[in-house]
């Protein structure tokens, strides 16, 4: 019996091609493993096909659980942006594929895994980085990053081994799906300057399609993690569906982004996030009620680290568990409600409360009830300032251009 290969496979054109590709250059029996994280498929169909290209075996796990409450919700607690603009829909996904790809080789008395990413990408980093803290001794095959094939002759490669080819010359994107977003590279969207067309969007109504009137939803979160959702509780994966469904509808979530890929080039990035945009903004406007300034500044700070080592692939590190016990201690308070409006493309926070808020109303009204001592202030100010004046009258006033100057 030869040995065995699991092959992270999604369908597509290069995984397809993979298959063949590693039992001729390997002479590597491949177990095709698909990995259900929502991206809606039809994965029967994708079992019978990693079978006819060649599979010994083709496997489907439903991950949508484990990528929503071991992944999702830890970034969501972070929030954790990449670049100020990304979700990390992808780059979250790639860890809990390493983490199955890991344990489907073992279960199968593999020597090896593979998965279809290129040498220009994240994703080879993300997914080897990962298989190689969780398991040292298999060996890592990436054919796209191996076989020096251009599209064309991956095309070509596929039809010459009657591999079913679904990408036309109508179609050249790249896509990943799944449950926190849609992330589409390639084609004409490899010039920044041109805007994307609208052909690339499917979760996404165009905001002037969108309806008139602005939709508005509740969501209700326990320690910064999503419950409810008009006052329906609601279980992590189904909550998520029901926001990419509803806000996609008003044509929220499209993000545009020039994005610094890990190994160092610049590249324009497509994502369509509408629950992510939504969740996002709505556990941010809950922590600006429960948390104290002090709490919400070093967030910020933790959430470009946390964003980062997702991105770059440092999920399985001790960095991560440290930053994610301090993230989960933060969530103990981030509990409540945030309304928000969906309206044309813009996804506004319009309300938020909560049984932790610190917003004190008799300390911030201005009308009858105001319980703040205003004649506390100027001492207060005296004491603030005093460094301030000291330090201009020994070196001058700071921050003064020339133009008032004399
Ligand atoms: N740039 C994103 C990331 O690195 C998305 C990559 C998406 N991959 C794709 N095949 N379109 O996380």
Redesign the pocket.
């Known amino acids: 019996m030869s040995d065995k290969v699991v092959l992270a496979y999604s369908g597509g054109l290069d995984t397809s091609v993979a298959i063949r590709w590693l039992k001729e250059n390997y002479k590597l029996e491949v177990i095709a493993l698909t990995i259900d994280v929502g991206n809606e498929r039809d994965f029967s169909a994708i079992q019978q096909k990693a079978l006819k290209v060649g599979a010994v075996k083709a496997l489907v796990t439903d991950a949508k659980e484990l990528f929503v409450n071991y992944f999702v919700f830890p970034a969501l607690q972070a929030d954790a942006i990449y670049e100020g603009q990304?979700p990390?829909?992808?780059?979250l996904a790639r860890p809990l594929m390493a983490k199955l790809l890991v344990d489907t080789a073992v279960e199968e008395g593999a020597s090896a895994v593979a998965h279809g990413c290129t040498g220009k990408?994240?994703?080879q980093v993300r997914f080897d980085v990962g298989v190689n803290t969780l398991a040292p001794a298999l060996k890592i095959i990436a054919p796209a990053r191996e076989w020096g094939m251009t599209r064309e002759q991956t095309i070509n490669y596929a039809q010459r081994y009657n591999i079913p080819v679904l990408i036309t010359a109508a179609s050249p994107y790249?896509?990943?799906e799944n449950l926190w977003g849609r992330?589409?590279?390639?084609g004409v969207l490899e010039d920044p300057w041109v805007e994307s067309p609208e052909e690339v969007f499917t979760w996404t109504k165009s905001p002037s399609e969108a309806p008139n009137k602005p939709h508005y939803v509740e969501i209700g979160f326990d320690k910064g993690i999503p419950v409810t959702v008009n006052g329906q509780k609601m279980d992590g994966v189904s909550l998520i569906r029901r926001l990419n469904e509803l806000a996609g509808r008003h044509g929220v979530g499209r993000i545009d982004h020039l994005?610094n890929?890990l190994i160092g080039i610049k590249?324009r990035?497509i994502y369509e996030a509408p629950a992510a945009t939504v969740l996002l903004q709505a556990h941010q406007a809950l922590e600006a009620m429960t948390l104290s300034k002090e709490q919400l500044r070093f967030k910020q700070k933790v959430a470009v680290e946390y964003a980062d080592l997702i991105?770059n692939g440092l999920w399985f590190t001790s960095q991560h568990q440290d930053l994610a016990a301090y993230v989960n201690s933060s969530q103990r308070f981030v509990t409540g409600t945030v309304r928000l409006k969906l309206f044309k493309g813009s996804c506004s926070v319009v309300g938020r409360k909560s049984p932790f808020s610190l917003y004190n109303y008799g300390l911030a009204t201005y009308d009858k009830g105001d319980e703040f001592d205003q004649s506390a202030s100027p001492g207060f100010i005296h004491i603030w300032g005093l460094p301030v004046k000291t330090q201009a009258q020994v070196q001058g006033v700071g921050g003064l251009g020339e133009e008032f100057k004399e």
């Open positions: 990304y990390l829909a992808t780059a990408g994240n994703d790249s896509i990943d992330s589409i590279e390639c994005e890929r590249s990035e991105y």
